[in-house]
């Protein structure tokens, strides 16, 4: 699933920022810095087992994204904002595309 999405992530990446200038290796290279960064708090989510960060990991996570677009890309608060939103959805209905097709595919293979 991964292998899939994370390339996906790095081209709606490359899509939101397209006047940016940037390479989409960029963009791959920003994605595999977020998403090492999401699955470290789900492996410290696991291990600690507590209700309250089962709660404060995924905002911790979100949170992270947000300031690290901010800082990678550049722009406005309210701009990097509403691009993570976008992001967010984008990537979530990807997501459940991918979960989709892997049930399927273990279904039917």
């Known amino acids: 699933g991964m292998f899939v999405l994370l390339p996906l992530f790095a081209a709606l990446l490359k899509v939101i920022y397209w006047r940016s200038g940037r390479y989409y290796i960029e963009h791959v290279v920003y994605a595999l810095h977020t998403h090492a960064f999401a699955f470290a708090v789900i492996t410290l989510d696991i291990f600690l087992d507590q209700v309250w960060w089962h709660y404060a990991a995924p905002a911790a996570a979100w949170l992270y994204f947000l300031l ?25 209905f990807l997501l459940l595309l991918t979960l989709a097709g892997v049930s399927l595919a273990t279904f039917f293979g």
């Open 68 to 92: 690290a677009m901010k800082a990678v890309y550049g722009q406005g608060w309210l701009k990097t904002l509403m691009k993570l939103v976008i992001l967010t959805v984008s990537y979530l």
